[in-house]
């Protein structure tokens, strides 16, 4: 078993292909993953074909490895399964609503978590994309899913062809909260953060980015409040036409 703590993201992928037996295999082996009622609110868009890898890319931004891997994975909260098998069970559902969407959405990310692991014991590599909830109706126009279906998370998977640096983490201490959350107070702050803030490549980045601290190049460059409200409104559109939110009422 590989050891967690040596975990890289891959983002390029040897020209070898990842079996259909094999994967399918490590997707069966998921599905021992937790699941709230036993209904594993998932399901997974398997991508290999370059038409669709390249429909794909747009959506997360055009990162090389969406077509550069042998597989793309799109892990989407689903609760259309559950719901068609109630209404053709003689039974009443009620799931076209937040809390639902938020329920199988723990439910896709769970079962994503553990396929990665999975996947990774096995020598391939992986790469989660954040971008899949950025724009979620061009994956959801993309994949063609249906109401009660959204995505929530996307991996790339293939046989490493790098072997990146590992990327820094918080220490211990800077997320754990003994019995109740304990606020952050600047002190804290610093002692958090100063690892990962002496890092050279770390210190290069805010550099290069003509910024003074760390934290101004996520909050002005790479997460912005603009970008983040733009999103927000085409993400919450998007889970009104997935049936997840009311529309919006007529005057």
């Known amino acids: 078993m590989r050891n967690l703590t040596t975990r890289r993201s891959i983002r390029k992928y040897a020209d070898k292909a990842v079996s259909e037996e094999l994967l399918n295999r490590l997707l069966a082996e998921?599905?021992?993953?937790?699941?709230?009622?036993?209904?594993?609110?998932?399901?997974?868009i398997v991508t290999r074909s370059e038409e669709m890898k390249t429909e794909l890319a747009p959506a997360h931004f055009n990162q090389p490895m969406v077509c550069g891997a042998p597989v793309v994975l799109t892990f989407c909260a689903d609760f259309r399964r559950?719901?068609?098998?109630a209404e053709n069970r003689q039974a009443k559902p009620g799931y076209d609503n937040f809390l639902s969407f938020i329920n199988a959405s723990t439910d896709a990310l769970l079962y994503c978590q553990t396929f990665c692991n999975l996947a990774e014991e096995e020598g391939l590599g992986t790469c989660f994309l954040g971008t899949t909830v950025y724009m979620p109706q061009m994956i959801?126009?993309?994949?063609?899913?249906?109401?009660?279906?959204?995505p929530v998370a996307t991996i790339t998977l293939g046989w490493p062809d790098e072997q990146p640096e590992l990327s820094d983490r918080l220490p211990l201490r800077a997320i754990i909260h003994e019995e109740t959350y304990h606020d952050y107070t600047p002190q804290a702050i610093d002692d958090c953060y100063a690892e990962k803030e002496a890092l050279p490549a770390n210190q290069h980045f805010v550099e290069i980015n003509h910024k003074e601290t760390l934290a101004q190049v996520f909050t002005d460059l790479r997460y912005t409040r603009r970008d983040n409200e733009a999103m927000s409104e085409g993400m919450i559109d998007a889970l009104r036409r997935q049936g997840f939110l009311p529309t919006a009422k007529q005057d």
Not at 82 to 85: G, P
Not at 142 to 149: A, E, F, K, M, N
């Open 140 to 150: 959801i126009d993309t994949l063609q899913l249906p109401q009660l279906v959204f």
């Open 82 to 85: 559950t719901t068609l098998w």
């Open 30 to 44: 998921a599905e021992r993953t937790p699941t709230m009622g036993n209904l594993q609110l998932y399901s997974v």
